[in-house]
Every structure is written in C-alpha cells, then in structure tokens.
C-alpha cells in the first residue's frame, strides 16, 4: 500500500519532469481525501486506499498533459467562495480579487451604502465578478451578461449555490443594453485582453484548455477595449463608475481610449500586489453630449 508522503513525492517528480507546477500533486490529493492542507499533512505516513490512489495517479497525468488542476477538481477559489468551473469558462485569477476590491471601495465613495446602484459585469464567465459584487455589497442590483450561452449556465449554477441574486444576459459586450435602452451606474468587466502573438509563449495549461475566446482580443489585446469605449456612452448614466482589468503594460493606451469618448472622465491605473498596471478605473459626472466638467487625471 502506498503512504500519503509516497504519493506526494511520486506526484512532485511526474510534474516535474512535465514542467508543471510540482504543488499540484497536493492539491489534487486534497480533493480526492475531501480534506484540509493540515490533516493532510498531519496524516502524511497514512496508507492510501487504493481507489483513491488510482483516481489520484489519474490525475495527476492529466494535469501532466496539461489539463488545468481546476478542471480537474472544478472549481476555484475566488474572494473567500469556492466557484465552479469547467472548460467553458476562464478560471478567476487572484488579480481579478483587486478589481472586485477596488470597484468595491469605489462604488461606496461615489454613491454611498445602502444605495441600490445598478451594476453589469461584462463577460462574466463563471460570474465571479458579479457574484463577489452581489454577496459583499448585497444592496447592488447586479446583471452579468457573457456572448456564451455555456458560460452563463456556468454563471447561473454559482449564483444559485452562493445564494446571489443576479440577473443574466446572454448577448455581445453592451448591445443587448444598447438594444434595450438600459443604462448602469456601474459597468465593471475583465475582459479578453492578450495579444494573439502571445498564444506562442504561453503554457498549454492555458492555451489549449482555457476558452480562447476569453483570452485573445485581436493583434494588440485591445479590440474589446476599443469596443467599449465606443459602446459605453450609450449605457452609462451621467453619475457613473467603469472598472476594467487590463493586460499589464496595456493601461496607457486603455486610458487613452477612454479619455478619448470622455474627455471630461476622472481615470486611473491601479497596479495590482505585483506591481503590474492591472486595473482602469473611470468616474464620471456626465456622459458625452450632457454637461462638461473640469478634466482630471
């Protein structure tokens, strides 16, 4: 019979030699004992059942062959809740937590607490986003909409087990509002950003499991952006908040767009716990065509 720390060390060298992330071995042995990084490691000389090894092994080959471990296990965690994904959808990365975070201490400073703000999450995917807004400020009004029939059923089941009440809309960036006449207080999206040429110099982990639609955005990572700062005049209303997540190093020219379709707009470049230029926040008074203000930057 195989011990726990056997399984480990076997797992550690397989990935590797794979050129995977070695702790993955840890993670997946977690899910199939249903425990905790401290048991599991207080029971380290435990012998392991035997179909829980297989499954295991099973596993652990498949992360080798570069299936993401969130796949595998379906799920990831994201600002405290454990979220459900699949290859439908991009996994939530810790970067996004600061976008929530910011768009967060934002919305309090602009419209107070208590205040039912009308939010949208654009693309929201596994609906981390919009479900983080939904659960930590419950007094939003939140819809998320994704272009993905697939991703938004994903979005709904992690509402629905999180106890969120958000509305979804299935539909391409802002023209279902555009169509509908909605307009938001607040417009918060992490959409596709990375250059196409990047695919070449990225792992397979990412490139060949994660949706590419999710992930790409024409030659420079821009397209969406310059789409929204075509679109978003037509849902903002005059007092309102835009948080984007952006490419590091794309922030500059994210700005740029933005001030271009509001030039009286309040906008910034957060840089996330790395130091990478990682989130776009824009505050505006009035939308183009109503009353100017002063510019700031």
Same mark, same amino acid.
């Given at each position: 019979?195989?011990?726990?720390?056997?399984?480990?060390?076997?797992?550690?060298?397989?990935?590797?030699?794979?050129?995977?992330?070695?702790?993955?071995?840890?993670?997946?042995?977690?899910?199939?004992?249903?425990?905790?990084?401290?048991?599991?490691?207080?029971?380290?000389?435990?012998?392991?059942?035997?179909?829980?090894?297989?499954?295991?092994?099973?596993?652990?080959?498949?992360?080798?062959?570069?299936?993401?471990?969130?796949?595998?296990?379906?799920?990831?965690?994201?600002?405290?809740?454990?979220?459900?994904?699949?290859?439908?959808?991009?996994?939530?990365?810790?970067?996004?937590?600061?976008?929530?975070?910011?768009?967060?201490?934002?919305?309090?400073?602009?419209?107070?607490?208590?205040?039912?703000?009308?939010?949208?999450?654009?693309?929201?995917?596994?609906?981390?986003?919009?479900?983080?807004?939904?659960?930590?400020?419950?007094?939003?009004?939140?819809?998320? #909409?994704?272009?993905?029939?697939? @991703? $938004?059923?994903?979005?709904?089941?992690? !509402?629905?087990?999180? %106890? /969120?009440?958000? &509305?979804?809309?299935?539909?391409?960036?802002?023209?279902?509002?555009?169509?509908?006449?909605?307009?938001?207080?607040?417009?918060?999206?992490?959409?596709?950003?990375?250059?196409?040429?990047?695919?070449?110099?990225?792992?397979?982990?990412?490139?060949?499991?994660?949706?590419?639609?999710?992930?790409?955005?024409?030659?420079?990572?821009?397209?969406?952006?310059?789409?929204?700062?075509?679109?978003?005049? #037509?849902?903002?209303?005059?007092? @309102? $908040?835009?948080?984007?997540?952006?490419? !590091?190093?794309?922030? %500059? /020219?994210?700005? &740029?767009?933005?001030?271009?379709?509001?030039?009286?707009?309040?906008?910034?470049?957060?840089?996330?716990?790395?130091?990478?230029?990682?989130?776009?926040?824009?505050?505006?008074?009035?939308?183009?065509?109503?009353?100017?203000?002063?510019?700031?930057?």
């Amino acid at each position: 019979m195989t011990k726990v720390y056997e399984a480990l060390k076997w797992a550690s060298l397989f990935l590797k030699e794979k050129n995977r992330d070695e702790n993955a071995g840890e993670l997946l042995l977690r899910y199939f004992l249903d425990t905790n990084r401290t048991t599991l490691l207080a029971n380290l000389r435990e012998e392991l059942d035997a179909e829980v090894e297989k499954r295991f092994r099973g596993a652990v080959e498949l992360h080798g062959e570069g299936t993401p471990v969130q796949y595998i296990i379906g799920h990831e965690e994201f600002y405290g809740r454990s979220f459900r994904v699949n290859e439908c959808v991009l996994i939530p990365r810790p970067e996004t937590e600061e976008l929530v975070l910011g768009a967060l201490e934002r919305i309090s400073r602009l419209f107070g607490d208590g205040q039912p703000v009308e939010t949208v999450d654009i693309g929201t995917g596994s609906g981390a986003i919009a479900v983080s807004l939904k659960l930590e400020k419950p007094e939003l009004t939140v819809t998320a #909409s994704d272009i993905s029939d697939t @991703a $938004l059923a994903v979005a709904r089941g992690n !509402a629905e087990r999180l %106890g /969120a009440e958000v &509305e979804f809309v299935q539909g391409d960036l802002l023209q279902p509002f555009i169509v509908s006449g909605r307009r938001f207080d607040v417009v918060i999206s992490n959409p596709p950003y990375i250059p196409v040429g990047d695919s070449v110099d990225m792992s397979e982990v990412v490139t060949e499991h994660e949706p590419y639609s999710a992930l790409f955005a024409g030659e420079d990572g821009l397209d969406l952006y310059r789409r929204f700062a075509e679109e978003l005049p #037509s849902v903002l209303k005059e007092k @309102a $908040l835009v948080g984007f997540e952006v490419g !590091a190093g794309q922030s %500059g /020219a994210v700005m &740029e767009l933005l001030r271009q379709a509001f030039p009286t707009a309040h906008i910034e470049t957060v840089y996330d716990i790395n130091g990478k230029d990682r989130m776009v926040f824009m505050e505006t008074d009035a939308v183009p065509g109503t009353v100017k203000r002063q510019n700031h930057e």
